[in-house]
């Protein structure tokens, strides 16, 4: 079974817009992250924004926020005010404590930010 | 701070050829990962480091595949003889404590990857 699965394989906005990709997840170990990653064409994989499964407030981080929905196990990404700069691949990954520190990431969602 | 160095940035090869990638990692994190991400695909997780002692290396393909961390700093990676479902993005991270301390503080920082062509 996937661990993470990120269901939109594309997504397009207009810049200024808000907008949401989901990440849902599956493990049974009680303490886990969940982070989101951006990749553009560079090829370089940068750091968003993390959740930790103990969190009891939804992580921020400027214009990203993290829509963490335990029972659900979905860790949706919303960035709000969309720029020409938020075009690129973003991942969704999971760390569960008990299998160690590497991270499992979903297959990815492309945004694509237009005038 | 530097970020993850990673080279080459390119690298094409034919098939049964040897190839070999370099990465320094942030100056004091203690772990150091290589990643490999096929088109189309989130990173895969090859080997792990901890300083420089190897913490999983369940998904190295060990009979062509090493990899090293001399003085736990840099590391490299090497394929040898290369087939052609290599081609891939080889990707370093690292972070400052590799899971002892959790949470945010454990963020891996990725390199710039090396892309590789087998043909």
């Known amino acids: 079974a996937q661990k993470i699965t990120q269901t939109q394989p594309g997504m397009f906005v207009q810049e200024k817009e808000a907008v949401t990709l989901d990440c849902t997840y599956d493990?049974?170990?009680?303490?886990?992250?969940l982070f989101w990653y951006k990749q553009p064409s560079s090829g370089e994989m940068i750091f968003l924004i993390y959740?930790?499964?103990?969190?009891?407030q939804n992580a921020t981080e400027g214009r990203y926020s993290l829509n963490f929905q335990k029972a659900r196990k979905s860790a949706n990404l919303v960035i709000s005010a969309s720029q020409l700069g938020d075009s690129a691949m973003y991942f969704c990954a999971m760390r569960e404590w008990q299998a160690g520190t590497a991270l499992i990431f979903g297959k990815g969602t492309t945004l694509s930010v237009s005038s | 701070e530097a970020g993850v160095a990673q080279s080459p940035r390119y690298k094409i090869i034919e098939k049964r050829q040897s190839v070999a990638f370099w990465c320094n990692p942030i100056?004091?994190?203690?772990?150091l990962y290589w990643y490999q991400q096929i088109l189309g695909q989130g990173p895969k997780l090859l080997i792990q480091?901890?300083?420089?002692?190897?913490?999983?290396d369940s998904q190295l393909p060990k009979d062509r595949f090493s990899a090293e961390r001399l003085k736990g700093v840099d590391s490299t990676l090497k394929i040898q003889p290369a087939k052609l479902e290599d081609s891939a993005v080889y990707l370093c991270?690292?972070?400052?404590?590799?899971?002892?301390?959790?949470?945010?503080?454990?963020?891996?920082?990725f390199g710039p990857g090396t892309r590789l062509t087998v043909l």
């Open positions: 959740q930790g499964s103990y969190d009891q």
């Open positions: 991270a690292s972070s400052p404590e590799g899971g002892l301390a959790g949470g945010n503080t454990d963020t891996q920082y």
């Open positions: 100056s004091g994190h203690a772990t």
């Open positions: 480091f901890q300083n420089n002692g190897v913490v999983d």
């Open positions: 493990t049974s170990d009680p303490s886990y992250g």
